[in-house]
Structures are given as structure tokens and as C-alpha cells.
């Protein structure tokens, strides 16, 4: 079985600057893919960026980016210069590349502060 | 191009009643998902559907549960004989067909349950 840790239950941060959001997983698989889901207040989940364990790169996405350290099992988001509305719970998820099932941590509600 | 729909958004019933919950997909999406979340957790997955089928069920489907998808389209899933221990955040996610390893689950506004 797979498992998915994010140790921050809370974070806050002020306009503009950067934050970073830890995530870690267990799993005895090669090939997997990773993401974080931002769920705002009373809105529906939406994805924010996706790795694919095969490739070395980190992802990004605007001001969006990933820090994936596969022999450490370790996911990271970090997000650059910080805005209101990226206020939300941000769930680290996982998932095999043989399966359907997304497994997420139990989040991160990061608070963007003026 | 309208986004998954959940009916109701939300739902308060006394224990030991029946309910029911409708999902409607994407257009074109014929993979579907059921989701439960809990306050203080992220979601835990019940159910995958692709097209009509059902191809996966978590063991967190009890008996008591059971999702349908009959025509390929909307799906709607029911609890029978609720505890106060279903009271949860129900959330939908619909994908789309394709070769690729990975498609993405577009999620719902999910459909709040209180048992009382």
C-alpha cells in the first residue's frame, strides 16, 4: 500500500514571498506519478502540477514548481511570490501507473496573508 | 464546457435512512470516480467506473454502499441504512478516454452528508 505524509498542517505566508510545502510517500513501485491539488474554500479541487516518477525533471508551472528527490521519496511544492487567492488546503496525491485510485495526504492549509 | 455536477450539494438525513447521490460527468469523460472526504482528511478513493463498468471498489465500500453508472453517463451512488459515520464530503471526479498512461481527474463541488 501506498502512503502519503505532508507534516505541515498549517502554513501561512505573506503576499509575494515563497512558501514551500513538504510531502513524502511510501511505495515499493518504480513507476508512479505524483501531484498536488489545491482545494480552496467551499470550491472544488483542481490540480496544480503533476510528476511523472520516470522523468528527472522537476515540474513547474508558473509560479509553480516541484523539488521530486525520488531515492528520498520526497515531493515538494513551492510556490513563488505568493497570492491571495492561492489560500486553500494543498493535498500532496499519488497514484501507481497501473491504477486509478488517487491516494492523498491529509493536507496543508496554507493561509496567503497581506 | 460545463465541469462535474453533483446533486445534492447537500444533504442531512437521520441515521438509519437511505440516500442517494448523482455525479455527472464531463461530456465525454467515460472514466468516473468516487471519492469520500472527512473533516481534517483528504479524500479516500470508494469506486472507479469506466463507462458502464466498475473496475475497481475500495474495501471502504461496505455492503452498505453501492454505485452505479448504468448508461455510461451520470453515476449515482447510495448509501443504505446511514451511520453517523458516513457524514462526509462525497466527491465525484470524471477523466477522459485516451491512450496516455495518466488523464487527469477533473473533480466536483462534492455533495456534504450529515447523519444525525
Known amino acids: 500500500a501506498q502512503t502519503v505524509t505532508q507534516s505541515q498542517p498549517e502554513m501561512s505566508v505573506q503576499e509575494a514571498e515563497t512558501v514551500t510545502l513538504s510531502c513524502t510517500y511510501d511505495?515499493?513501485?518504480?513507476?508512479?506519478?505524483l501531484f498536488w491539488y489545491k482545494q480552496p474554500p467551499s470550491r472544488q479541487m483542481i490540480l496544480v502540477i503533476r510528476q511523472e516518477a520516470y522523468k528527472q525533471q522537476n515540474a513547474t508551472e508558473n509560479r509553480f514548481s516541484v523539488n521530486f528527490q525520488k531515492a528520498a521519496k520526497s515531493f515538494s511544492l513551492k510556490i513563488s511570490d505568493s497570492q491571495l487567492g492561492d489560500t486553500a488546503m494543498y493535498f500532496c496525491?499519488?497514484?501507481?501507473?497501473?491504477?486509478?485510485?488517487?491516494?492523498f495526504g491529509k493536507g496543508t492549509s496554507l493561509l496567503v496573508t497581506p | 464546457d460545463t465541469g462535474v455536477s453533483q446533486d445534492p450539494r447537500h444533504k442531512i438525513t437521520k441515521r438509519g435512512q437511505n440516500v442517494t447521490f448523482r455525479c455527472d460527468p464531463i461530456s465525454e469523460h467515460n472514466r468516473l470516480y468516487w471519492y469520500r472526504q472527512t473533516l481534517g482528511q483528504g479524500p479516500e478513493f470508494l469506486t472507479y467506473?469506466?463507462?458502464?463498468?466498475?473496475?475497481?471498489k475500495s474495501r471502504l465500500l461496505s455492503d452498505r454502499f453501492s454505485a452505479e453508472r448504468p448508461k455510461g453517463s451520470f453515476s449515482t451512488l447510495e448509501i443504505q441504512r446511514t451511520e453517523q459515520g458516513d457524514s462526509a464530503m462525497y466527491l465525484c471526479?470524471?477523466?477522459?478516454?485516451?491512450?496516455?498512461?495518466?488523464?487527469?481527474?477533473?473533480f466536483g463541488p462534492g455533495t456534504r452528508l450529515t447523519v444525525l
Open positions: 467506473f469506466q463507462n458502464e463498468a466498475q473496475l475497481e
Open positions: 471526479a470524471s477523466s477522459p478516454p485516451g491512450t496516455s498512461d495518466y488523464n487527469e481527474q477533473f
Open positions: 511505495t515499493s513501485e518504480s513507476n508512479y506519478y
Open positions: 496525491a499519488f497514484m501507481t501507473d497501473s491504477g486509478y485510485a488517487l491516494n
